[in-house]
């Protein structure tokens, strides 16, 4: 499938990167409002650079899009990008508006077009590894999740030095002005409503707990650097999700069921391990086995494409399940209704004040499958 990036910064080289692991993708152009940051990626990976977005939109060998732009400028992109009638995968979240998230989808149904939004880690051995063992009812009944996605002290890292493959710096000032629930939060949401189902509430505390950092000219808004949420989901599951750029480095998820729990150590990571413990009963005591049993990871999975944080993720693969999905005339895994309902709870927790709040969630999804290799 011939698709195009519009928005050629830090994060779409990441998702360049793994082209050769996709041969039915094809990066056919790319475009940037900044001209020579458009040049530099398009040389760097050889492909064709677009004029202007019209001149992209206008092209019929493109069938999807990949918006890669800033946040504030993803509905705008998307919305062009449907009207022009393409099929769109969206960085997150869908838009910074609830209101037009809404808009979006609708739009798409009524086009008969797909829309899809990351993160996609849900797709990686480690998550279907858990789901599996989840269906299977290995641990039970789920009764809590605990959560997290910490992302370590970033304002005392050396954000500055930070360059992509061909060369753009990290945004670290849109990165801050946007706050780690909105860029991250979606990596442990998405997991948990695929696991779980639709939630229907959020009652969440989102706090800046580093106002100065280290930025010249000062920001002009300083997003949440910390959120706590309590995620309630249909099904009875409750989940708590820390999320922060002030705690040391801490992407695990433990469900915990009435056997047993699950452990997944690194949500980013595709291969990460998970384990299995379970509690035993002696006499009248309840205690948790100390011996841990690390499940077999399915699927055959990629080869190592990073030796750290974000550079070891496929960023691709959601990409390649919508040109799936179009191909095989499905809907995909991470459809416009899962990603709406998946950045909605995520809105719901970003934008909740330090005296807390609780948001009541309308959207839902229909069950999605688990990967063909994954079934059983």
């Known amino acids: 499938m011939r698709m195009a990036f519009v928005g050629c910064g830090f994060v779409a080289d990441l998702y360049a990167r793994t082209l050769g692991l996709h041969d039915s993708l094809e990066l056919a152009g790319v475009y940037d409002r900044d001209a020579q940051r458009a040049q530099r990626f398009a040389a760097h990976w050889s492909t064709s650079r677009y004029e202007s977005l019209d001149h992209l939109l206008a092209d019929p060998r493109i069938e999807l899009v990949v918006n890669l732009t800033s946040p504030s400028a993803h509905y705008e992109v998307s919305r062009r990008s449907l009207e022009a009638g393409k099929h769109v995968y969206t960085e997150k979240p869908i838009s910074l508006d609830p209101g037009r998230m809404h808009e979006l989808v609708a739009q798409a149904e009524a086009l008969g077009l797909q829309l899809a939004a990351a993160p996609c880690s849900l797709l990686g051995e480690a998550a279907q590894t858990a789901w599996h063992a989840l269906r299977r009812g290995r641990i039970g009944p789920v009764?809590?999740?605990?959560a997290e996605m910490d992302d370590g002290p970033v304002h005392q890292m050396a954000y500055r030095s930070w360059l992509s493959a061909s060369g753009t710096a990290w945004p670290y000032r849109s990165e801050f002005e946007t706050g780690c629930t909105l860029e991250h939060a979606g990596y442990q949401v998405s997991w948990l409503a695929a696991f779980f189902g639709p939630a229907v509430g959020v009652t969440a505390v989102s706090t800046v707990q580093i106002p100065d950092k280290g930025v010249e000219p000062p920001l002009e808004r300083d997003a949440p650097d910390f959120s706590l949420a309590c995620i309630r989901f249909a099904s009875g599951v409750v989940a708590r999700l820390t999320c922060s750029i002030v705690a040391s480095?801490?992407?695990s998820l433990r469900?915990?069921?009435?056997?047993?729990?699950?452990?997944?150590?690194?949500?980013?990571l595709y291969r990460s391990p998970v384990y299995l413990q379970r509690w035993h009963r002696l006499r009248r005591r309840l205690f948790l086995s100390p011996w841990r049993h690390r499940l077999p990871l399915l699927g055959r999975g990629n080869p190592r494409i990073g030796r750290?944080?974000?550079?070891?993720?496929d960023f691709l693969r959601g990409v390649r399940e919508l040109a799936d999905a179009l191909r095989e005339e499905?809907?995909?895994r991470l459809s416009a209704r899962f990603s709406l309902h998946v950045n909605e709870i995520v809105l719901a927790i970003h934008e909740a004040t330090e005296k807390g709040a609780t948001r009541e969630i309308s959207s839902s999804f229909d069950p999605i499958e688990p990967m063909e290799w994954a079934r059983g």
């Open 308 to 313: 750290r944080g974000a550079a070891q993720i």
């Open 255 to 268: 469900i915990i069921g009435d056997d047993g729990i699950l452990t997944v150590a690194d949500t980013w």
């Open 249 to 251: 480095r801490d992407h």
């Open 330 to 332: 499905r809907p995909s």
């Open 143 to 146: 009764r809590l999740v605990y």
